[in-house]
Each structure stands twice: as structure tokens, then as C-alpha cells.
């Protein structure tokens, strides 16, 4: 699947991408703030993610969307819906992006799409977010995509990154918000 905006075109992720995304995933500011991916990281770690995304892209029951963000013909982040139940209308939004491009709207740009398609396309009725708490631009992302906060959650993940223990912060939006 693909989505267009503006500036940016949301796809699937290659294996010819690997190195983007490795240049993305391989800096901690980037994956202290994310739960699964390690760091240092490695090309074999990004390899067999992408395997993943491929694989479950040809699923015929999809649960897992996983995107690439193409900025000016790079990968420079991802995009992703998990955990997707069409039966619930539920899924859960996450987002992360190469340090160089911060700043620019681009988060914005590419997790707003995300979040139309997921409503319009999928029919999804609940998204749920899982920043940690002192993820402060993420927190700030998702109130500018009108998520409302709901549960915090003290102590509730591990960043792999760093084995720090984080609180988080549960943003919900609904299809009606
Ligand atoms: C979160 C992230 C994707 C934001 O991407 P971005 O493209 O820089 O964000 P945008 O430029 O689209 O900003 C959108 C809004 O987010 C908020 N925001 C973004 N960066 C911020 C910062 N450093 N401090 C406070 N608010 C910030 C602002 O509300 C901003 O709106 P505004 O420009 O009108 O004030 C990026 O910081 C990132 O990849 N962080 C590391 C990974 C991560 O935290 N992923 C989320 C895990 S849940």
C-alpha cells in the first residue's frame, strides 16, 4: 500500500532501504524513546525487520503496517499501525524519524495521514499511542493530531536502547474526535 501528502510518499519498506534506515535507528536520540529497537543497532536487526514488514504486508488478515516515510527519494523514518483489529476497530499508532529531518512537519505530516487512512480506509474506530511520558515531542505530536491523553501508566516499559525504565503515557482518538 501507499500513501501520498504533500512532501511525502508513505510505502512499504525494501530491503534495498536498509541503510536508511539503519542511518535512522542507529542514533539513541532516536531509540532511547522506542521500546524494542537496540542500540547500538545493527543491519542484521534492521534486515530482519524489514523481513517482517514484507511478510506481513502480503498477510491477507494484515495486523501490522509498517511504513517507510519517503522524503526527497529517502527513507528517513517510519510509520506504523499495529496491532490492527477490524473486528474491535482498534490499532495502535507509533512513529520515529531520522534526527536530521526533525523540525520540519514531517512527523506531522506522515502519523496525520496515517491516522486518516486508519479511519477512512480500515474503518478503524480507536487509535491508541504509547509515548513514554518524557517523550515530550511525541506527547506534543500527538495533541497538535487532537489524540487526547488518557491513562498514565508509571513504570510500564523498558527502552531496550538504554534499560531505563520509562512511565507512559496512553493518547486514545477516536473516529468522532
Ligand atoms: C516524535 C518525532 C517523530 C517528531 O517528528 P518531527 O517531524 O520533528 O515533528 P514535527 O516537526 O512534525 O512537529 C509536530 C509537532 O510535534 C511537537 N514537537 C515536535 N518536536 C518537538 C520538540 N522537540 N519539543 C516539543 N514539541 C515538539 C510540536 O507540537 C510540533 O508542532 P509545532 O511545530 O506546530 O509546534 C521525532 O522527534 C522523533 O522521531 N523522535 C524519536 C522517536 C520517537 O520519539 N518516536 C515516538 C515514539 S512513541
Redesign the pocket.
Known amino acids: 500500500m501507499e500513501i501520498k501528502t504533500k512532501r511525502l510518499l508513505l510505502r512499504e519498506i525494501k530491503q534495498e532501504d536498509a541503510q536508511d534506515v539503519l542511518e535512522e535507528l542507529n542514533d539513541l536520540?532516536?531509540s532511547k524513546?522506542?521500546g524494542s529497537v537496540p542500540y547500538p543497532c545493527t543491519l542484521e536487526y534492521v534486515k530482519s525487520l524489514i523481513d517482517y514488514s514484507i511478510q506481513e504486508s502480503k498477510n491477507k488478515k494484515r495486523a501490522d503496517y509498517i511504513l517507510g516515510i519517503e522524503y526527497e527519494g529517502k527513507v528517513v523514518?517510519a510509520i506504523l499501525l499495529l496491532m490492527v483489529n477490524k473486528t474491535q476497530g482498534t490499532g495502535f499508532l507509533?512513529?520515529?524519524?531520522n534526527?536530521k529531518?526533525?523540525?520540519?512537519?514531517?512527523?506531522?505530516?506522515a502519523t496525520q495521514a496515517m491516522v486518516d487512512y486508519a479511519f477512512k480506509k480500515l474503518q478503524l474506530k480507536k487509535i491508541e499511542?504509547?509515548?513514554?511520558a518524557d517523550?515530550?515531542?511525541?506527547c506534543?505530536?500527538l495533541?497538535?493530531l487532537s489524540f487526547k491523553k488518557s491513562f498514565f501508566i508509571p513504570k510500564k516499559e523498558i527502552s531496550k536502547a538504554t534499560g531505563k525504565i520509562h512511565d507512559v503515557q496512553v493518547y486514545i482518538i477516536t473516529r468522532d474526535d
Open positions: 536520540e532516536v524513546n522506542l523514518g507509533h512513529f520515529d524519524l534526527r529531518y526533525w523540525g520540519k512537519g514531517i512527523g506531522f505530516e499511542s504509547n509515548p513514554f517523550n515530550i515531542a511525541s506534543k505530536l495533541e497538535k
